[in-house]
C-alpha cells in the first residue's frame, strides 16, 4: 500500500483579520493529522479591500454585529484565545496592519523557519492581548 501524498495549502493572511488566525491556528494544530504541507504567505489585506473596493465587515453594521457573535462562537470552539478589542476599529482601520505585514512578509523572505511564530505572536499582540502592533 502506498503512502498517501500530502496535500499542500497555501494560507494567504494577514494579522489584523481574526479569522485569518483561525484558519491559521486550525491548519497548524492539524497539519500532521491531515497530511498537508502548509505553506504560509502572508500579505496586506488592506491593499486587497481597497483594490477590489471592498467593504471591510466592520463598515458594514449587520456584518459586524454577526462577526462579533462568530468569532466568540469559533474561540469556545477551536479555544482559540480571541479577545475583541474595545477599539477595534482604530485598531483595524486608522492604525492597520501595513507596517507589521511589510515586517512579517520580510522575515519570511528572508528566514521563513520563523514566520510562524511571529505571525502568531502578532495575533495574540492584536487579538488576545490587545496590544499595539
Same mark, same amino acid.
Given at each position: 500500500?502506498?503512502a498517501?501524498a ?19 491556528e +486550525?491548519?497548524?494544530?492539524y ?10 504567505k502572508?500579505?496586506?489585506?488592506g ?6 473596493d @471592498?467593504?471591510?465587515?466592520?463598515? +458594514?453594521?449587520n ?19 480571541i479577545?475583541?478589542?474595545?477599539? +477595534?476599529?482604530?485598531?483595524?482601520? @486608522? ?6 505585514m511589510?515586517?512579517?512578509c520580510?522575515?519570511?523572505v528572508k ?14 499582540? +492584536?487579538?488576545?492581548r490587545?496590544? @499595539?502592533?
Amino acid at each position: 500500500m502506498s503512502a498517501v501524498a500530502k496535500k499542500t495549502i497555501e494560507l494567504y493572511y494577514d494579522v489584523i483579520s481574526p479569522y485569518s488566525w483561525i484558519a491559521f491556528e +486550525v491548519l497548524c494544530r492539524y497539519r500532521s493529522k491531515w497530511n498537508i504541507d502548509l505553506k504560509l504567505k502572508p500579505f496586506f489585506l488592506g491593499g486587497i479591500m481597497q483594490g477590489s473596493d @471592498n467593504k471591510p465587515p466592520g463598515f +458594514v453594521p449587520n456584518k459586524a454585529t454577526y462577526m462579533f457573535k462568530d468569532i466568540q462562537r469559533l474561540r469556545r470552539y477551536y479555544q482559540i484565545p480571541i479577545n475583541i478589542p474595545s477599539d +477595534v476599529a482604530d485598531i483595524m482601520f @486608522n492604525k492597520g496592519s501595513l507596517p507589521t505585514m511589510r515586517y512579517v512578509c520580510a522575515v519570511d523572505v528572508k528566514d521563513a523557519q520563523h514566520t510562524e511564530d511571529l505571525s502568531r505572536e502578532f495575533w495574540m499582540r +492584536v487579538w488576545s492581548r490587545v496590544c @499595539n502592533v
